[in-house]
């Protein structure tokens, strides 16, 4: 019998022997732990009826763009001047949905065509954020993949798609520890991307930094300021940066900010007033009062990292430790963010993905991290191991290891 064989074999009995046992684990979305969520329980004790007097006009209508002190925090986390910074909801995604909108009805400026009205295309780093690819579905915004790469997506390719296709109006990024192979944009990346031409004047960057202050290893990675770069580049009206305090605080009761040009928040907040008189002005009182200032937010996200790096060695040892060969998988140890991305042999992903739900472990559906659901080789699994305590997540390991065995070696057996 081979070596390919005889390992082949007895997978295939450990994987039976899990089909015997009871497994309940759901590791689909990087939601964060109950331990982390009790970091900021005290947040909910931070407002007092006492102190009412002194913060009488944010309990009321007004201050559509958000109340000075959380402007100044995100000025400081985004380094731009409070300016160029609008306070939005609860959360990220709804201001980039709502950006997306009005860019289809209204267009870009108040010049500039709706986007409806056009043809209308979207660069797509890939792997990527399924939301992100939900978002231009909707629209009937067809997307274009781009490779990720580990500095950023390949801008060979980017530049060349931009520069002769007046369609493409915009592309997605999450430039600092990316969902989901967790890679950061490189200081090229970033000045590429502020001064390549494109054809279309109405060209928009949506910045995602949803994982800006999620370290998890010893050195805080910093990438360059795109709304810097583009202002120095000649195109200042180019990038929409936003972020959230969801994996900081409460997902769905954080805040979200956009920093942006001053002339993209005036005409964004003109547009934005039809559909709120503003946000909820106490939740970001409560979030200001809560962290002090960014000092305090990057000790509070320092907590973060002390439950959730443990977490990111597990996923690491159980790859290195459990594999049949580090040829039939690949993988990266992210040094913040929330995901890691395993790449398995061409043709594999669903079919561990799914083995991996018969046996009762929920993992993201392969494909979900390509724009259509559709990964063209089959290849990308992407771990969320945040919401599982750590036994819990090296009994999930464990199981991805048998079925990642198990599928890739009865592949290579067959094609032997
Ligand atoms: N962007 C990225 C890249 C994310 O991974 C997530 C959460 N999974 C979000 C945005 C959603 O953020 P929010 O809760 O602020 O809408």
Redesign the pocket.
């Given at each position: 019998m081979t070596n390919i064989q005889e390992a082949l074999q007895s997978y295939s009995a450990q994987y039976d022997q899990l089909m015997k046992e009871d497994i309940n684990i759901d590791m689909t979305?990087?939601k964060p732990s109950g331990e982390q969520l009790a970091l900021s329980f005290e947040m909910l004790d931070v407002l007092k009826s006492k102190d009412a007097d002194t913060y009488l006009s944010y309990f009321n209508y007004g201050i559509p763009s958000g109340i000075p002190e959380a402007k100044a925090l995100f000025a400081d986390l985004f380094d731009v001047s409070q300016n160029e910074i609008y306070i939005g909801g609860?959360?990220?995604?709804?201001l980039?949905h709502d950006m997306v909108n009005k860019f289809m009805f209204y267009g870009v400026s108040e010049d500039a065509l709706p986007w409806k009205d056009q043809q209308v295309k979207f660069l797509c780093p890939v792997p990527g954020?399924d939301?992100?690819f939900t978002i231009c579905e909707s629209y009937g915004i067809e997307m274009i993949p781009v490779t990720m790469t580990d500095h950023g997506p390949d801008m060979d390719q980017v530049e060349s798609l931009v520069k002769d296709d007046p369609a493409i109006k915009g592309m997605w990024c999450?430039p600092l520890y990316s969902?989901p192979q967790g890679y950061n944009y490189s200081d090229e990346t970033v000045e590429r991307l502020a001064n390549m031409h494109t054809a279309a004047d109405d060209f928009r960057i949506i910045w995602?930094n949803?994982?800006g202050y999620h370290h998890l290893g010893e050195e805080v990675i910093k990438v360059k300021n795109l709304l810097h770069a583009c202002q120095s580049a000649g195109n200042p009206e180019r990038a929409l940066m936003v972020m959230?305090t969801?994996?900081m605080t409460f997902?769905?009761a954080?805040i979200?900010a956009l920093a942006t040009s001053e002339t993209n928040i005036k005409y964004l907040l003109s547009l934005f007033g039809v559909q709120t008189i503003g946000h909820d002005k106490l939740n970001q009182l409560r979030h200001v009062k809560f962290f002090g200032d960014k000092d305090g937010l990057i000790e509070h996200m320092r907590k973060h990292k002390e439950i959730m790096a443990p977490k990111f060695d597990v996923v690491d040892t159980y790859l290195s430790e459990k594999l049949y060969s580090p040829e039939i998988c690949k993988w990266n140890k992210p040094q913040g963010g929330?995901f890691i991305t395993i790449e398995v042999l061409d043709h594999c992903a669903s079919e561990i993905v799914e083995k991996c739900s018969v046996l009762g472990l929920k993992v993201t559906p392969a494909g979900a991290t390509h724009p259509y659901g559709k990964d063209p080789n089959d290849s990308v699994i992407r771990i969320a191991p945040s919401f599982l305590n750590v036994e819990e997540l090296k009994e999930a390991m464990d199981i991805l290891c048998v079925v990642i065995n198990y599928v890739t070696l009865n592949k290579l057996y067959e094609n032997q």
């Open positions: 979305r990087g609860n959360s990220s995604l709804n980039m954020y939301r992100h999450v969902n995602d949803a994982y959230s969801s994996k997902p769905g954080g979200s929330y």
